[in-house]
T-cell receptor
């Protein structure tokens, strides 16, 4: 069965530091991959998506992600984190019309 | 362009009751998907509606049912509520079955 794993439940970074959130997927074909962000008590906002083509995709708020087929990974990165980036981040794979989500990574940002 | 909206924002029910949650899809979108997000978990797919027909269902019992209307808005109905139904219910719309899904703010349901 298709699945998504986010190995890090909680990450803390200093403001201005770089960030990488890990995502590994299990999927037989070429996946459609997404990163969403969720602020407390809110819905999910789409950060970026990968369907095909260039394996480095740019998203909103300065985020980018790189698709690596050989590692079954789609890690999210940001070169300099802002305090407003504190939130929960979800990686998802699209399968047959539905999204399969990872458990999420909670990001805390310290001053 | 209007985004996905959901109502109500919060709801408190007791065990055994029934609840109806509503979702208005984004302008131009004809597909609506519903997800349940328990506390500390990722969202879990409940079902999807495309042009008023159920078009895929996750591992949820039949007491979870839905509707989609001609204007593509949708309802999620849950009968015989259980304590474990307490969760954030998210609606997402897309322009077609395989396209990017855009989420509403969710309805938080508490079952006592």
């Amino acid at each position: 069965a298709q699945s998504v794993t986010q190995p890090d439940i909680h990450i803390t970074v200093s403001e201005g530091a770089s960030l990488e959130l890990r995502c590994n997927y299990s999927y037989g074909a070429t996946p459609y991959l997404f990163w969403y962000v969720q602020s407390p008590g809110q819905g999910l906002q789409l950060l970026l998506k990968y369907f095909s083509g260039d394996t480095l995709v740019q998203g909103i708020k300065g985020f980018e992600a790189e698709f690596k087929r050989s590692q079954s990974s789609f890690n999210l990165r940001k070169p300099s984190v802002h305090w407003s980036d504190a939130a929960e981040y979800f990686c998802a794979v699209h399968q047959g019309g539905k999204l399969i989500f990872g458990q999420g990574t909670e990001l805390s940002v310290k001053p | 362009e209007t985004g996905v909206t959901q109502s109500p924002t919060h709801l408190i029910k007791t065990r055994g009751q029934q609840v109806t949650l509503r979702c208005s899809s984004q302008s131009g979108h004809n597909t609506v998907s519903w997800y349940q997000q328990a506390l500390g978990q990722g969202p879990q797919f409940i079902f999807q509606y495309y042009r008023e027909e159920e078009n895929g269902r996750g591992n949820f019992p039949p007491r979870f049912s839905g509707l989609q209307f001609p204007n593509y808005s949708s309802e999620l109905n849950v009968n015989a509520l259980e304590l474990d139904d307490s969760a954030l219910y998210l609606c997402a719309s897309s322009s077609a079955r395989g396209e990017t899904q855009y989420f509403g703010p969710g309805t938080r349901l508490l079952v006592l």
